[in-house]
């Protein structure tokens, strides 16, 4: 698996790439989440991986929203933009185009990524253009004091629905999936080891790499993946899903997740009835089982998958956007803004 890193000294063997560490990478702004929030350890796991990715602190951009996770351009010393609720996405897209050498994070939350900008996260996955996306999702509005989100379960309790929530949520893994995203991953706030080896994993995936952040909001909705995060139950809660491995989970490892035609089970490897041989293997070049295991997301009689449930390759959006202006100025040559202006019924406005 090639690096960005190994990209970059093709291009440019010349030059010598600055060695840094994650203290390069923190800004001189005051942190100012509430104390214990999940950002703070999201921010760590990235400063300290930036260093392993070779890329010039002037090459890197970070784009955010609104919304807690937003702040996160202005803490990491690199450049950035704060733009609108929603827009994001839209900012990123446009900074890649003019600038594919760049390389570009979006920063959003469940709020921000999922409802007001739903519909541009969705045209982002299927661009499939070479940036990241960052998303962290704690079910809830943070930053405007506690109202439900679009992934917060049914029958949540907010500020804004007092007797429940009636909607469904949305299941941001099986949304990236549904529109034709090319890397899909899932990772927690708590387990930093694996944060960041799912960043360096989106970092050196060519094409638009998504990846849900299950991130704890202490103060409006504290413990809402407690059971997936915390020692005495994460174990037989999760399974961390590896390609070419088979899924097994539980704290003594003697459970497995086996398919029964198109019906996830999980089985039991202690009485002898199934062995690791019977269970699936995960392969994240395979769309129809990263389907399938998205799906696990809100069933309760199955395990969370957290890791990697996609990793494919197709062509990105501003390499075909330069190919298309080369093959438009081969067929039609260069174009002329002042013959352009002056051709066909043109008149003076006094």
């Known amino acids: 698996m090639s690096t960005l890193l190994d990209e970059m000294m093709k291009?440019?063997?010349?030059?010598?790439l600055p060695k840094y560490v994650a203290k390069d990478f923190q800004s001189d702004q005051d942190v100012r989440w509430c104390p214990g929030c999940g950002d703070y350890s999201i921010l760590a796991q990235t400063q300290r991986v930036m260093p392993d990715l070779g890329i010039p602190k002037h090459k890197l951009v970070?784009?955010?929203?609104i919304g807690c996770s937003s702040r996160f351009p202005y803490y990491m010393n690199a450049y950035g933009f704060h733009g609108i609720h929603g827009r994001a996405t839209v900012i990123a897209t446009g900074l890649k185009i003019a600038r594919p050498d760049l390389s570009v994070w979006v920063v959003t939350g469940d709020g921000d990524g999922m409802s007001i900008g739903g519909n541009h996260f969705i045209h982002l996955m299927r661009r499939n253009l070479d940036l990241n996306v960052l998303l962290f999702n704690n079910q809830i509005y943070g930053l405007t004091k506690g109202q439900y989100s679009p992934t917060s379960e049914m029958g949540k309790?907010?500020?804004?629905t007092p007797y429940g929530s009636l909607d469904y949520p949305f299941n941001p893994a099986a949304l990236a999936l549904g529109a034709s995203a090319t890397f899909v991953a899932r990772t927690l706030d708590r387990d930093p080891k694996h944060m960041q080896s799912i960043i360096r994993r989106a970092a050196a995936h060519k094409g638009t790499s998504f990846v849900e952040i299950y991130q704890n909001c202490n103060v409006f909705n504290d413990?809402?993946?407690f059971q997936f995060t915390e020692k005495d139950s994460k174990d037989d809660n999760v399974v961390f899903i590896e390609h070419g491995k088979p899924?097994?989970?539980g704290k003594e490892k003697d459970k497995g997740i086996r398919l029964n035609g198109f019906t996830l089970e999980v089985v039991s490897l202690k009485d002898g009835k199934y062995?690791?041989?019977d269970l699936l293997v995960h392969n994240e070049k395979d769309t129809t089982l990263a389907f399938?295991?998205?799906?696990?997301t809100y069933k309760p009689h199955l395990p969370r998958p957290v890791g990697i449930f996609l990793a494919i390759d197709r062509p990105v959006y501003e390499t075909e956007i330069e190919n298309q202006i080369a093959f438009?100025?081969?067929k039609r040559g260069v174009g002329d803004m002042k013959k352009l202006l002056n051709s066909g019924e043109t008149w003076v406005v006094q």
């Open 328 to 330: 438009a100025k081969e």
């Open 247 to 249: 899924l097994v989970f």
């Open 11 to 16: 291009n440019n063997s010349s030059t010598a």
């Open 157 to 160: 309790i907010t500020k804004s």
């Open 223 to 225: 413990g809402a993946f």
């Open 62 to 65: 970070f784009v955010s929203g």
């Open 292 to 296: 399938i295991l998205a799906d696990m």
């Open 275 to 277: 062995s690791v041989n």
